[in-house]
């Protein structure tokens, strides 16, 4: 059975027009009719800090913005400022290149999933069933805040462990 997801509120932080367009009609296709979508990340950084505005569920963000805008710089300041109006927030980074180095980089800055260019519904909807069915514990140590990126429990594994939270 498909998901009811048209309360899902998403702010999507993306500056081209064309792409934009694009969100809209993917979204629409899955029922979500309230997505904030702004250009950059001090429109969304406003928008998280507004406490007069719904609170998005969700953040997708472009990784590459104009005028040396990041969009992972975005998702880094949401988990490690001390003001970050939303830490917890889901945020999903949308890149139109992938390697190794920038998924390592993705990954420390706290960002939940990578959805790779060209945009299709298929992805979309697997990066947002992640986030739903499969919500992810936050976790602090030194340089990180973010969720765990550990994304399976092995029951099989029985260690080394590396937290002091982690059972033995």
Not at 48 to 57: E, R, S, W
Not at 119 to 144: C, N, W
Request: net charge positive; glycine share 6%; with cysteine.
């Amino acid at each position: 059975m498909p998901y009811d997801l048209s309360r899902l509120q998403l702010l999507i932080v993306e500056a081209d027009d064309a792409m934009q367009a694009t969100w809209r009609k993917l979204l629409a296709g899955f029922g979500i009719q309230s997505a904030a979508m702004v250009r950059g990340s001090r429109e969304a950084w406003t928008i998280l800090g507004d406490t007069a505005a719904a609170k998005p569920d969700l953040l997708a963000c472009r990784w590459e913005l104009p005028a040396g805008d990041s969009g992972l710089d975005l998702v880094a300041r949401l988990r490690q400022d001390p003001d970050s109006p939303a830490p917890f927030l889901p945020a999903i980074i949308v890149t139109g290149s992938i390697t190794r180095e920038r998924v390592n980089r993705a990954l420390a800055a706290g960002v939940h999933e990578i959805l790779v260019l060209p945009l299709s519904a298929k992805a979309l909807e697997t990066r947002l069933r992640e986030v739903i069915e499969k919500p992810r514990k936050f976790v602090r140590a030194p340089g990180y805040f973010g969720p765990d990126r550990r994304r399976q429990v092995r029951p099989d594994y029985a260690g080394p462990f590396r937290r002091k939270t982690d059972r033995q």
